[in-house]
């Protein structure tokens, strides 16, 4: 679990801004609930997300990460369970 300070901490450290990048993924059809775990996935560099949700968020993996890249961000994996 990371707590909004740990968060605001990184983006800091990191020099980006998520009043951009957060509405350039939701104005692409992401979710914003999905928008949210992506990035920050993407801000910590995490080694996957892991979901449940093939609809919303892993079938638009190309898309997310197309914007990560856009803003220097990284890139993300998004996984199902059964593939960890």
């Not at 449940?52 to 990560?68: A, G, P, S, T, Y």
């Amino acid at each position: 679990l990371l707590s909004d300070t740990e968060i605001s901490s990184k983006i800091q450290r990191r020099n980006v801004d998520p009043n951009i990048i957060l509405p350039a993924l939701i104005n692409s059809g992401i979710k914003d609930e999905d928008a949210l775990l992506a990035f920050v996935t993407s801000l910590f560099n995490l080694d996957c997300l892991v979901t449940f949700n093939r609809k919303h968020l892993r079938n638009n993996v190309d898309k997310i990460n197309i914007i990560l890249r856009r803003y220097k961000l990284n890139e993300i994996k998004i996984v199902l369970p059964n593939e960890i």
